[in-house]
Antibody, heavy 121, light 108 residues
Framework: EMQLVQSGAELKKPGESLKISCKTS????????VAWVRQMPGKGLEWMGI????????KYSPSFQGQVTISADRSIATAYLQWRSLKASDTAIYYC??????????????WGQGTLVTVSS | SYVLTQPPSVSVAPGKTARITCGGN??????VQWYQQRPGQAPVLVVY???DRPSGIPERFSGSNSGNTATLTIIRVEAGDEADFYC???????????FGGGTKLTVL
């Protein structure tokens, strides 16, 4: 069974660092890309970036370039989203999603359950 | 950067047909995907590659794409279809994913 299981909710203070995870199973991790998508409270979906696990190459939205780091550990089929210094405006639900690699990436056919990150002093 | 424009809201009576549009420059040349997101849940893919449905998605959901507008059509709308819907493309000129702003479908 195809699954993307994300790490649990986080409550952090401004300036703290954070790394959340997306553990995949049921398919060949190297074959499909993994994207991260932000959803701020009451708002729409925002693409943050995407990783090709086959070569560990990541592409970022200009809005998130330099603000986060996307990485993966192929040995445990897990993707990560990392912040060095959180801000209150990072409060959101973060989703990982499997990207079907056709002409870049086409559809995101499987999604994680989401990780709620709350940044508050 | 490439922009996708959706109406903020669409309302439809049960049993009727809902049409949600997604506008973009020459979007007809791109592959368009549609996602349904119910409150408190992760998005679910309902249409990919303009008009294909993943297994398990009812035939009531279909898509079309031409010129500058892609459309998600839901026939015989049910109360359970009420959700936010997002269109999405891959912009090959920038190697970026683009989502539309989302449309809230209300079943009257």
């Amino acid at each position: 069974e195809m699954q993307l299981v994300q790490s649990g909710a986080e409550l952090k203070k401004p300036g703290e660092s954070l790394k959340i995870s997306c553990k995949t199973s049921g398919y060949s991790f190297n074959t499909y890309w993994v994207a991260w998508v932000r959803q701020m409270p009451g708002k729409g979906l925002e693409w943050m970036g995407i990783l090709d696990p086959g070569n560990s190459e990541a592409k970022y939205s200009p809005s998130f370039q330099g603000q986060v780091t996307i990485s993966a550990d192929r040995s445990i089929a897990t993707a990560y989203l990392q912040w060095r210094s959180l801000k209150a405006s990072d409060t959101a639900i973060y989703y990982c999603a499997r990207g079907f690699p056709v002409g870049g990436v086409r559809e995101f056919d499987y999604w994680g359950q989401g990780t709620l990150v709350t940044v508050s002093s | 950067s490439y922009v996708l424009t959706q109406p903020p809201s669409v309302s439809v009576a049960p049993g009727k047909t809902a049409r949600i549009t997604c506008g973009g420059n020459n979007i007809g040349r791109k592959s368009v995907q549609w996602y349904q997101q119910r409150p408190g849940q992760a998005p679910v893919l309902v249409v990919y590659d303009d008009n294909d449905r993943p297994s398990g998605i009812p035939e009531r959901f279909s898509g079309s794409n031409s010129g500058n507008t892609a459309t998600l059509t839901i026939i015989r709308v049910e109360a359970g279809d009420e959700a936010d819907f997002y269109c999405q493309v891959w912009d090959s000129s920038s190697d970026h994913v683009v989502f539309g702003g989302g449309t809230k479908l209300t079943v009257l």
